[in-house]
């Protein structure tokens, strides 16, 4: 769970101190649990008019093992059984300081920041982390059948996670796939064939695995052979890659990485989830220099130890499509 | 239309090279044009599988006049018509020096800058920028019959645009409506009722004419109060505004500008928009101190001159609904 905010530096102290009183003191009133629950109802319903969300919520949740590949949104039987006291023990057993992060980013004073902190969170006691019990996983091949102008298809393969030696090779990996008008999917889905207007593929890590997650919406008409022609620039990958490719991957990580410096709510989510992530904060060199050394080799290599493959296919559509 | 780019700044002037060939000496080349087409009836089929951007395309297109009111997907005929013949007697008609803005933010060097876009674009010539006519208005309420889980619901009604004397005071208005959790659509017809997830109102404009734009989806069977309830908090608007709300939109607007101002690529768009609405640039200043003169008395007085009335509302789901 992760609460943001962003205000004025002569705010932060005020702010914090709201801050606490939500994380440490929250009301959880008993006479708002209808309407609560009638939202949480409609945001449920209203994914089933989103074919494209839909897909991936369903292409996550086969994809991982519960709990890690459940959506947010829950389901309808989770949310028919909430009641104050469910919601009021789920807080006092999760709201803990262990496994809390606090980062902040900008034009602070640091000893001023820290008295505060202490004095708002420093008694703050609870129980050891929960250990999480991952659920078994589900068929990795699903057709949901729906009957919509186009077919959705979400297709996903695990690749290291963050913090793994080959982590930057992975992500130059993606980029080559997906990261710009000039990436292989983007090229090869949509440009060249005219396949799908919307085709991307995105990293996505928890701390001990991660996935690379590819998307495309298709007529029904052209979804099988969208869906085989990503397939197989997803299976090409390890073939190799040009250097021209890694070039312009260095370039646009380099320059994300710039852009999201001269951001200070950037720098605060850059803070809190590489503590989350790595228990240590990187500087901007470390990665700079990850990025420099990316090689077509080096991210050739990586495929051929984590190609991608044992493939998550869930597709939407009028029709079933062949997955393989 | 417009192009856009954020670079780093030792890359700016090879960037605006690129730039000038693509506004000056564009390919388009006759191979590409049967991928593009494909690609541009997929992108207007997919919206069909929107209904949340349908419902908002439709109201557009109902409440303004053609072609301001024009969804820039398109529709299928005039892709099916389109030839890479009209497409260059298209470039050569709209791509012109009159009219156009070229607007950079950042670390630059304004002497350097200057002579390579009189190197680059001094010598554009074109005819004089084209008069817009304007098409009749179609009719201001519409229900488009679709088997969907929930109920969409789009409302615009006319505010006055950028550049008039009340254009702050609209701004405010909108803002009690909807600009956080606090605001009035937010707790009237989400937090207090349950009704929806989702609810919004915000400002639109064009250089002679701006609206006030509203969403709500809904299930289908609370999808008329959800209109009703939305409505009677647009007219209830006039009826008066509390210092409370107006102190709330006041450190929201303020907070926007200053977050607004921290980013390169938002600074280069105002510069740029603003010499496109104004024919000059607005100083932070001057922004932030209209802002502060911001009271309930001088919305509500607003609000009696230009009234939230002459809805169009068009809405989506299983069943019509009563619009007045």
Avoid at 282 to 297: H, K, V
Wanted: aromatic share 8%.
């Amino acid at each position: 769970m992760r609460f943001w905010g962003a205000t004025l530096a002569r705010n932060l102290s005020a702010a914090l101190e709201i801050y606490a009183d939500i994380l440490r003191r929250p009301h959880l009133p008993d006479d708002q649990i209808d309407a609560v629950k009638a939202l949480a109802f409609q945001e449920l319903q209203s994914i089933e008019d989103e074919p494209k969300q839909k897909v991936l919520i369903e292409l996550r949740r086969r994809h991982y093992p519960a709990p890690l590949g459940q959506d947010r949104r829950g389901n309808r039987e989770g949310i028919e059984s909430l009641s104050i006291d469910s919601i009021r023990s789920h807080y006092r057993q999760l709201f803990q300081p262990r496994g809390s992060i606090l980062s902040v980013a900008g034009n602070i004073d640091w000893k001023k920041l820290r008295d505060q902190v202490a004095r708002l969170f420093g008694d703050w006691k609870g129980d050891p982390e929960p250990t999480l019990t991952l659920g078994p996983l589900l068929t990795p091949h699903d057709h949901i059948e729906k009957d919509t102008t186009q077919t959705q298809i979400g297709i996903a393969y695990p690749t290291v996670p963050i913090g793994h030696e080959d982590y930057h090779a992975a992500q130059g990996a993606v980029n080559v796939l997906s990261g710009g008008m000039s990436a292989r999917l983007f090229t090869e889905v949509r440009e060249k064939r005219g396949l799908c207007y919307a085709v991307w593929a995105s990293y996505q890590t928890f701390k001990d695995r991660a996935s690379v997650v590819c998307y495309a919406g298709s007529t029904n008409e052209r979804a099988q052979e969208t869906l085989d022609v990503t397939l197989q620039e997803l299976k090409r990958l390890q073939e190799g890659i040009e250097l021209e490719e890694v070039d312009r991957v260095k370039a646009g990580l380099k320059s994300s990485l710039i852009m999201q410096e001269e951001s200070t709510s950037a720098r605060a989510g850059t803070l809190a989830s590489d503590w989350y992530y790595l228990g240590r904060v990187r500087g901007i060199d470390e990665i700079q220099s990850a990025i420099d050394s990316l090689t077509p080799q080096g991210i050739t290599e990586h495929l051929h130890r984590y190609p991608p493959q044992d493939f998550t296919i869930v597709t939407l559509g009028p029709k079933p499509l062949r997955m393989n």
